[in-house]
């Protein structure tokens, strides 16, 4: 059993910067998969981000691809997104998945992740 939580969330202007962290319990870290997905209102939850267990393997969005950065310290079981030049339209309630996985096997679906945070959210004016 894995236990997620989000945090980071905040109010931000358009271009500003947020990082988003989500700590993670259990002595395994390094064996899941971490996703970030985000959801608005209304709508399907869209897959952001994902990095491998021990980080070799990373996939992004092509909507943040060159504005967010994931990375994860498994010392410290946390895994970080970091979005730069944010836009009005990533406003959203962001979750973190994990999923149990030591291969190199990254899921970018949401049904794919077993263990999922309370979600943290981020809102960017215009």
């Known amino acids: 059993q894995v236990q997620v939580v989000e945090s980071g969330g905040g109010l931000v202007q358009a271009g500003g910067s947020l990082k988003l962290s989500c700590a993670a319990s259990?002595?395994?870290?390094?064996?899941?998969?971490m996703g970030w997905f985000r959801q608005v209102s209304g709508k399907e939850r869209e897959f952001v981000s994902a990095?491998?267990?021990?980080?070799?393997?990373?996939y992004y969005a092509n909507s943040v691809k060159g504005r967010f950065t994931i990375s994860r310290s498994n010392a410290n079981n946390t895994v970080y997104l970091q979005m730069n030049s944010l836009k009005p339209e990533d406003t959203a309630v962001y979750y973190c998945?994990?999923?149990?996985?030591?291969?190199?096997?990254?899921?970018?679906?949401?049904?794919?992740?077993?263990?999922w945070g309370q979600g943290t959210q981020v809102t960017v004016s215009s």
């Open positions: 998945a994990a999923k149990y996985s030591t291969g190199s096997i990254l899921p970018q679906v949401g049904q794919e992740y077993n263990y």
């Open positions: 990095i491998s267990g021990r980080g070799a393997v990373i």
């Open positions: 259990g002595r395994t870290f390094s064996s899941y998969a």
